[in-house]
């Protein structure tokens, strides 16, 4: 019953895929700039990636799968992302899930 509470291991790996976008992808215009389309597709090709691997060796439930997207949304929120590239993402990672 407690297991299904644990959701350390999601809020890690959400945390794993902001630092990934945080460190390739640069805080101002980032979802705007036709020069950034590129890098933007090379850094979703290499998130869907990592969470394709991660979806191979861990099952997530409802509660699991929540607490990484409220994860990996807050802290890119927090890193001046800009909110609808914030929700782009976010969605794109629950969806991917």
Do not use: C
């Not at 959701?7 to 990934?20: I, R, S």
């Not at 390739?24 to 597709?41: F, H, Q, T, Y």
């Not at 979703?44 to 991660?54: H, N, P, R, V």
């Not at 607490?67 to 949304?73: A, D, E, M, R, S």
């Amino acid at each position: 019953m407690f297991k299904w509470f644990n959701a350390q291991q999601a809020k890690e790996f959400a945390n794993q895929l902001a630092d990934l976008l945080i460190e390739k992808m640069p805080r101002d215009n980032a979802g705007k700039s036709d020069k950034l389309v590129k890098k933007r597709s090379e850094v979703i090709a290499s998130m869907l990636w990592k969470i394709d691997e991660f979806k191979k060796n861990n099952k997530l439930n409802l509660y699991q799968k929540a607490q990484l997207g409220n994860t990996f949304k807050w802290r890119l929120l927090e890193e001046k992302f800009e909110a609808e590239f914030v929700n782009e993402m976010t969605h794109l990672v629950l969806t991917s899930l």
